[in-house]
C-alpha cells in the first residue's frame, strides 16, 4: 500500500506509514498519525474578501486519487460559508502561493460593498481550469483532476 498519510513538522510534510490493516501494530499507528494530525496547527492561510473567504490547510491526507503529486493541502473559497471552489497542491510553499494567487483572483471581483455572485466566482475559477488544461494539453501533459 502506498503512503496517504502525512504529518507536519513545522512547515515540512513528512510520510507516515500506518501499514496494512491486519498488521499487529496497524492500530496503534493509526492513533499515532490522528494523534499527530490532531496537535498540528494545519492552518496555512485565511483571508477574507467581502463576503469571501479563503482558506488554506493541511489535510493529512492525499488527495492525488489519480496519481502525481500527493495533493495534501488545500485551498477553498467560500461565500457565506458555503463552499464554491477547491484547489490543491503537494507543499506548504506551494499552498502559501496558491493561496495568494486565489485572493488576488478573487479580490477585484468583489463590489464596493463586498459583495460577489456564486456564479461569478465559479465562472472565474472554471476559466482558470480551462486556461491550465490547454497548457497541459499542448506540453503533452494530462490535466490533474481532484
Known sequence: ???DR???????VVPFDIG???DPDYGDKLVAWAKAF????????????????????FLGLDHAWFGGAPQIF??????DH???ECERCATW????????????????LVNQAGQITRSTLRAVFARGQQQEDKGNDAAGQQPEHD
Open 1 to 3: 500500500m502506498a503512503i
Open 6 to 12: 502525512y504529518i507536519l513538522i513545522g512547515h515540512e
Open 20 to 22: 496494512e490493516p491486519g
Open 38 to 57: 490532531e496537535e498540528t496547527d494545519r492552518r496555512v492561510a485565511f483571508t477574507t474578501v467581502g463576503v469571501v473567504d479563503v482558506s488554506t490547510v
Open 74 to 79: 488545500e485551498t477553498m473559497v467560500f461565500i
Open 82 to 84: 458555503e463552499s464554491v
Open 93 to 108: 510553499a506551494q499552498a502559501e502561493a496558491q493561496h495568494q494567487a486565489v485572493v488576488d483572483a478573487v479580490t477585484p
